[in-house]
T-cell receptor, first 114, second 113 residues
């Protein structure tokens, strides 16, 4: 167990809806990254938050947005859901020591868009 | 060319054998390399990190890094059926101030009794 928690564990939405996924980081970790993992693929970086600011972003459209709170927990919001958004969404926490620090993943939220 | 490439497998080895998992990456400036294990239906679990050329050992696991060849490998000695999982190679590219992990697609390992 990494100490990173995510909620909910599973979610079913319909196309066009909006979804909010939540993550609590491991104790002492103030950096949170979000990844999307499609079936049979490696995780794809969505964005990272540090000190409540977006600290880097991958190739995802603006309808993917996030927040980080003072307690370092984080939310991922996805608007106008598309069928291809069906995936496992992973949150990872780490210390903010540059790019070389190991990231520890939570259990993930499995999203199905119908 | 993909940024991080792994043979998707499946790689099948008998119990007790050495499993060798390989990964190549395209960004020559990459500085940080990680191996994660992912069981079916679960999230990735960090096994090893390596930053310098050479070998790094942790129990039955050895990570090997060759930056000149842009190659990272993971050896699992005395493989057990419980090692059956997907192994993900992840790289942090050079020139970024934040830790964006770029993953390969993973290698499926099956250890048979």
């Amino acid at each position: 167990e990494t100490g990173v928690t995510q909620s909910p564990t599973h979610l079913i939405k319909t196309r066009g809806q909006q979804v909010t996924l939540r993550c609590s980081s491991q104790s002492g970790h103030n950096t949170v990254s979000w990844y999307q993992q499609a079936l049979g693929q490696g995780p794809q970086f969505i964005f990272q938050y540090y000190r409540e600011e977006e600290n880097g972003r991958g190739n995802f459209p603006p309808r993917f947005s996030g927040l980080q709170f003072p307690n370092y927990s984080s939310e991922l919001n996805v608007n106008a859901l598309e069928l291809d958004d069906s995936a496992l969404y992973l949150c990872a926490s780490s210390l903010p020591q540059g790019g070389g620090v190991a990231q520890y993943f939570g259990p993930g939220t499995r999203l199905l868009v119908l | 060319q993909k940024e991080v490439e792994q043979n998707s497998g499946p790689l099948s080895v008998p119990e007790g054998a050495i499993a060798s998992l390989n990964c190549t990456y395209s960004d020559r400036g990459s500085q940080s390399f990680f191996w994660y294990r992912q069981y079916s239906g679960k999230s990735p679990e960090l096994i090893m990190s390596i930053y310098s050329n050479g070998d790094k050992e942790d129990g039955r696991f050895t990570a090997q890094l060759n930056k000149a060849s842009q190659y990272v490998s993971l050896l699992i000695r005395d493989s057990q059926p419980s090692d059956s999982a997907t192994y993900l190679c992840a790289v942090v590219a050079g020139g970024t101030s934040y830790g964006k992990l770029t993953f390969g697609q993973g290698t499926i390992l099956t250890v048979h009794p």
